[in-house]
């Protein structure tokens, strides 16, 4: 994620911006600022990448306030926004990675986003390029520049899904035959094979990618590195993620705001059920993480929303589900404590044919009386 900071003298401009910057899946935005010294402050005790900061404002010059924000941290990138074209070559002095005229238009901005970017790959030799999406969570798609790619045939995607199922490596011609076409003889499945190479290939060459489909040796490979890769993005805070601090939990939760529903969840793909299975448990995983977070912060609303979550994948976790009463307890909501007790009491005789345990229980009983 992209740490950012918004500095400007005028609220309306702010909010446009913030809208703006929340489209793109990599922003996180720490905060936004009228005051510049404020905003200088708290730049001071927190780990910025980058600011969109106003020139024109009374307080302090944006020229000078990009000066002291380098000192703080010279590898801050500065997005310098005005209203005023004059201002442009003293804002390339300090360094500035783009120079943004108010008001803010959509396609000048996906410039500039395009342009942090590319900074990024010279930083840690790595880009993603936000004209290509692909989303794994939920249902399959690709998206370019915000349209949906249209595949001539379903086995056509589903080769393309396949691909990119396998995370850049080169998969050989015989394992895509054997996992797609299993009921097809080799000689009509290379043949549809083949077929669904070319469809592939000609949806990406009509977007002016050509190439993006390797072929060497009898194996297939999609490079899936310099685009945006929802799973990627998913598996990265789920790696980064070390202990239970404020800050760690913030960006655990926008690393996994991408994990829409299962993955391949609405493509029924067979050979997607070993990984759909591993990234579910992932996701289950992180929500405990954040809940019992909230829950040692004493923020049991909080924790209440995480913990709701986690009922929807695993219904029958009772441990869960105490924890969940017991958060609506400490916030003050007996009748949504009582109400999910009803529920999951007869959820467990109707489907399982159990009992709730008598730990459960004993958190309804204590209730009972108010």
């Known amino acids: 994620m992209i740490k950012t900071i918004i500095i400007d003298d005028e609220r309306h401009a702010i909010n446009n911006l913030e809208r703006y910057l929340n489209s793109y899946d990599q922003f996180h935005i720490l905060g936004s600022y009228i005051d510049v010294y404020k905003a200088i402050d708290e730049i001071k005790g927190q780990s910025v990448d980058l600011v969109f900061l106003d020139i024109d404002m009374p307080k302090m010059n944006g020229i000078e306030a990009a000066e002291r924000i380098l000192e703080i941290d010279s590898e801050i990138k500065i997005v310098f926004v005005t209203a005023y074209s004059n201002y442009a070559v003293d804002a390339f002095e300090v360094a500035a990675i783009d120079y943004v005229m108010k008001p803010i238009m959509k396609n000048r901005l996906d410039k500039t986003i395009n342009r942090i ?30 349209e949906s790619l249209k595949w001539r045939t379903s086995k056509a995607e589903e080769f393309i899904a396949y691909l990119v199922h396998q995370k850049g490596e080169f998969v050989h011609k015989s394992k895509i035959l054997e996992d797609l076409w299993p009921d097809k003889d080799v000689k009509q499945a290379t043949k549809l094979l083949h077929t ?67 993955y391949f969840e609405g493509n029924d793909y067979l050979w997607s059920v070993g990984e759909q299975g591993l990234l ?81 229980k004993e958190i309804y009983s204590s209730i009972q009386g108010d």
């Open 117 to 146: 970017y590319k900074s990024q790959k010279e930083d840690d030799g790595h880009i993603v390029d936000m004209k290509m999406k692909i989303l794994c969570f939920g249902n399959f798609e690709i998206l370019w520049e915000g």
């Open 196 to 262: 669904s190479v070319y469809y592939v290939r000609n949806a990406f060459k009509n977007i002016g990618l050509d190439g993006v489909i390797e072929y060497s040796n009898k194996m297939y490979k999609f490079d899936t590195e310099d685009f945006y890769l929802d799973t990627d993005i998913f598996e990265k805070a789920i790696k980064d993620f070390e202990k239970e601090s404020s800050e760690n939990i913030q960006k655990l939760k926008e690393g996994i705001k991408v994990y829409s529903g299962d």
């Open 280 to 360: 579910r448990n992932k996701y289950i995983d992180a929500l405990s993480k954040i809940s019992n977070y909230y829950i040692d912060q004493g923020s049991s609303d909080d924790a209440i929303t995480y913990l709701k979550k986690i009922t929807e994948f695993n219904p029958y976790d009772e441990k869960n589900h105490r924890k969940l009463l017991t958060a609506y307890i400490n916030s003050g909501d007996l009748v949504s404590c009582k109400k999910h007790y009803k529920n999951i009491e007869n959820e467990f005789k109707v489907e399982l044919g159990e009992e709730l345990s008598l730990k459960t």
